[in-house]
């Protein structure tokens, strides 16, 4: 699991101190004065949790939120503010937060809010390269292979995917013989789930 931390805070001394407590539970921080110089190293980063101020000059924490999505970086964020509000709050939601604190912040609140956050990653990476695996079987298949396992997915037996394509019962049998070679698994469940996942995956 990913344990780097960073935090955008033009406050020195909130930086210092967060990540000095951060670093004391083994999480690996950097930090940065401006949602600027994050966002000019952003690209270059190991995925991570981020903590954004929600009040800073220039680009405030909720519009570095919308930034980083307009740029297909969705890593999890903790909102931290010392001057929140209700409609804040909820746009931080909205961007994708999954935790907003109020400053003072505290030490086990944030602890909790970035292990969550990991944890999300975590599953948003493996489930990104589940579906990464998915399009790369569904590539390697030939154009009739592709449609057989469209119909496994759909629930079709061998007998309707016969019937629907024109085919012999036996040819769709090589064919899902095929497809099994392939994917490592016969499984219709494993197939359809390979399916599922390579159409979200495109």
């Known amino acids: 699991?990913?344990?780097h931390v960073y935090l955008v805070d033009d406050d020195e001394a909130v930086?210092?101190?967060l990540t000095l407590l951060l670093e004391t539970v083994g999480l690996t921080v950097r930090s940065f004065a401006s949602p600027e110089i994050f966002l000019n190293q952003a690209d270059k980063m190991t995925p991570g949790c981020l903590i954004l101020?929600?009040?800073m000059p220039a680009i405030s924490g909720l519009k570095l939120q919308e930034k980083l999505s307009?740029?297909?970086?969705f890593w999890p964020t903790v909102v931290i503010s010392g001057h929140g509000d209700i409609e804040a709050c909820r746009r931080a939601f909205r961007n994708g937060a999954i935790d907003f604190l109020s400053k003072p912040v505290d030490e086990?609140?944030?602890?909790?809010?970035i292990q969550k956050g990991h944890a999300a990653l975590e599953a948003h990476q493996r489930d990104s390269a589940e579906r990464a695996e998915a399009v790369a079987l569904v590539s390697i298949?030939?154009?009739r292979e592709r449609e057989v396992l469209g119909m496994i997915a759909k629930g079709l037996t061998t007998k309707q995917i016969a019937d629907v394509l024109g085919l012999s019962p036996r040819t769709v049998e090589?064919?899902?013989a095929a497809i099994a070679t392939k994917a490592g698994t016969s499984s219709a469940a494993e197939l359809?789930?390979?399916w599922l996942e390579a159409q979200t995956g495109q």
């Open 108 to 113: 086990q609140d944030l602890i909790d809010a």
């Open 53 to 55: 101020d929600i009040r």
């Open 15 to 17: 930086r210092k101190a």
């Open 70 to 73: 307009e740029q297909g970086v």
């Open 1 to 3: 699991m990913s344990n």
């Open 192 to 194: 359809t789930r390979y």
């Open 174 to 176: 090589s064919h899902r």
């Open 141 to 143: 298949l030939s154009a």
